[in-house]
């Protein structure tokens, strides 16, 4: 078959019109849509059960993968399309390591800019161990109550993880009295931290009865105790006898110390006494009678002695005799 004689002349200039055509082209389709890259974060399976009987010292963090493609088709990929696995099963001792990986991307408009093949991390055999649960008051109760005593049910919980930091794991619950007046009991979330105090992510807890993962916190708060000094009054009734009237009254001692919640004590100027009736009582008398502080406060000494003095109102002078008449 001939070629045309149209179809072979100046061949050099037409390949180079056709090179010159898709240059341009070229340019003007990516002016518009440049190739770019972009990095994204990959989340690392971290699944306790694919580690076993190993655990990881710390989690993993993402990992950053650049993907390149053009500004379109970056704008359209969803991070989900990347798929990272990682090789647990070559792990064979404990200590930092590389693991292998593999990231497999399911979106063919974009390409990976050089993967990852291997993750560094540290790895310890898992083990478990039984930590008693401590209880930390972030706020004290207000002003005039104090902690009597504070404890967890269950007292101790189980704690899984890397073996190495397991002895200086501490469990503890965290609980704020600010406004408690009374016992505080509640269920709780039970926190893991090491010795300096840096809550820990890597470790497993598990609490007997409790599937929640809390324990029930009992915290006894009770007023606090105080002493003062306050005067005592003594408390009579009945009126003496007809004629007679109360001259006066005396304590001793004349005053008492209490002891008891600092709120009651700050209203006590003054304990009253056991009542004490005036009915037949002449002259002057004692009695041992008790100090009555209000419940929950205690008088030292508990009884005193009252001097009571009843007066005879003063009897009217005889009229003098009549002077018999001179007869």
């Known amino acids: 078959m001939r070629v045309p004689a ?23 389709a990516y002016a518009s849509n440049p190739p770019d890259t972009r990095s994204v974060s990959v989340k690392v ?30 704008n359209a990929f969803d991070a989900n399309d990347l798929i990272l696995t ?18 497999v991307n399911n979106d063919r408009d974009v390409i990976l800019d050089g993967p990852p093949t291997a993750i560094t ?54 609980v704020s009295l600010a406004n408690q007046k009374t016992t505080f009991q509640a269920d709780e979330a039970v926190v893991l931290v090491d010795s300096t105090g840096q809550q820990l992510g890597n470790f497993g807890v598990t ?14 708060v009770t007023p606090s105790l105080t002493s003062r000094a306050s005067a005592v009054l003594p408390k009579v009734n009945g009126s003496p ?31 009253p006494t056991q009542t004490i009736s005036l009915n037949g009582v002449t002259g002057t008398q004692s009695f041992n009678v008790e100090v009555l502080p209000p419940a929950g406060v205690t008088a030292t000494p508990a009884t005193v002695a009252v001097t009571i003095t009843v007066i005879a109102l003063p009897q009217p002078s005889p009229s003098p005799s009549p002077i018999p008449s001179p007869h």
């Open 86 to 103: 990682v090789n647990y099963k070559a792990i064979t001792q404990v200590g930092a390591q590389n693991i292998p990986v593999s990231v």
């Open 241 to 271: 006898p007809a004629g007679h009237y109360l001259g006066g009254e005396s304590v001793s001692p004349a005053t008492v110390v209490l002891n008891g919640p600092q709120d009651l004590l700050n209203t006590l100027d003054s304990v």
């Open 45 to 74: 399976p971290q699944d306790p059960g694919a580690i076993a009987p190993y655990t990881l010292v710390h989690p993993i963090p993402d990992q950053v993968i650049r993907v390149s493609g053009t500004r379109e088709h970056l």
């Open 6 to 28: 149209f179809a072979t002349r100046n061949v050099g200039l037409k390949a180079l019109a056709v090179a010159l055509a898709a240059v341009l082209w070229t340019g003007v």
């Open 207 to 220: 609490i007997a009865g409790h599937p929640q993962g809390g324990v029930l916190v009992t915290i006894v």
């Open 121 to 174: 991390a540290e790895v310890d055999r898992l083990d478990s161990r039984t930590v008693g649960v401590t209880v930390e008051v972030s706020q004290q109760p207000p002003q005039g109550y104090v902690v009597v005593s504070s404890s967890t049910s269950p007292s101790t919980v189980t704690v899984i993880g890397p073996r190495h930091q397991l002895r200086g794991v501490v469990a503890r619950v965290t």
